[in-house]
């Protein structure tokens, strides 16, 4: 779990903390501060964002980042849920639980209403985005299109993993530039086509490897036939030279005792 979120409240040691670091850490709870904030407001949004973590049921937290495709450990605490969640900026909500989606508009700072139509709370959540934000994703919404037509002809959904070790992201490239844009969107499929590439070179270095091993192992083993061969050899040498200087021995006394 994350370290945050085993307090129980807000750190009695929050309030020392200087600007710079309080920023930093209200970033890590998924808030965008703007940087002439003074530290006392900071500080009441930090806390205020404590208190909404507190609050949101963790689970509804890792629907959304299920739903959002992003890899996470499952044990992921609260706060880096929070976190990712309030980085990406989806268009549509389809697919996502209806206490995921109260997570995720409590994220943006919308209230929610008892009996209140999933659809309505969709275009507040939407709205609650900021207009920019909805410029962008449209912008990134229609290049998504293009680039996913470029790219792949029909792409699938499959089950969620978490912190999936092998292939691409089941997101579609189109989903991925609505979210991150252009770059950051293009460069998660290639962050996984290079592991790919990466994996299939590793394979064949490793095939190669194997070759010139067992190339050695040929060579090694005719070496070593060669070797045994040629000692072989040396000793029938040395063995019919032998048994000739006996002869020849033997020949030589015999003749001078006969003489």
């Known amino acids: 779990m994350n370290t945050h979120d085993s307090s129980a409240g807000p750190s009695p040691s929050l309030s020392e903390l200087p600007l710079d670091e309080l ?8 808030l965008d501060l703007p940087a002439d904030i003074a530290h006392g407001e900071a500080l009441t949004a930090v806390r205020a964002r404590q208190e909404l973590l507190l609050e ?7 629907d959304v980042v299920i739903w959002l495709r ?27 639980s209806d206490r995921g989606l109260h997570a995720l508009a409590r994220l943006r700072g919308v209230t929610l209403r008892d009996g209140e139509p999933r659809t309505e709370l969709e ?11 909805r410029v962008r994703r449209t912008q990134r919404s229609v ?22 070790e092998d292939g691409l992201s089941a997101r579609t490239i189109k989903r991925d530039i609505e979210q991150s844009g ?3 969107g293009v460069a998660k499929r290639l962050r996984g086509a290079a592991d790919d590439y990466v994996r299939e070179k590793l394979d064949e ?7 010139k091993l067992d190339e050695i192992d040929r060579r090694l083993g005719e070496w070593r036939d060669r070797e045994m061969s040629h000692r072989l050899r040396i000793l029938k040498i040395t063995l019919l030279v ?5 002869v020849l021995s033997l020949l030589y006394d015999y003749f001078r005792g006969a003489s």
Request: charged letters at 30%; a positive charge.
């Open 205 to 211: 270095i490793e095939r190669r490897i194997d070759r």
């Open 56 to 62: 949101l049921d963790r689970d509804a937290l890792l």
């Open 23 to 30: 920023v930093r850490y209200a970033e890590s709870l998924g």
């Open 143 to 164: 290049l998504g299109s293009l680039v996913a037509r470029l790219v792949t002809a029909s792409e699938r959904d499959d089950d969620y993993q978490f912190l999936p």
């Open 242 to 246: 032998t048994i000739l200087v006996a």
């Open 123 to 133: 275009r507040r959540t939407r709205k609650a985005d900021g207009w920019w934000a």
């Open 70 to 96: 992003v890899p996470v450990q499952q044990s992921a605490g609260r706060e880096q849920l929070a976190r990712i969640i309030t980085r990406q900026h989806p268009a549509h909500f389809d697919g996502l």
């Open 182 to 184: 252009l770059v950051g």
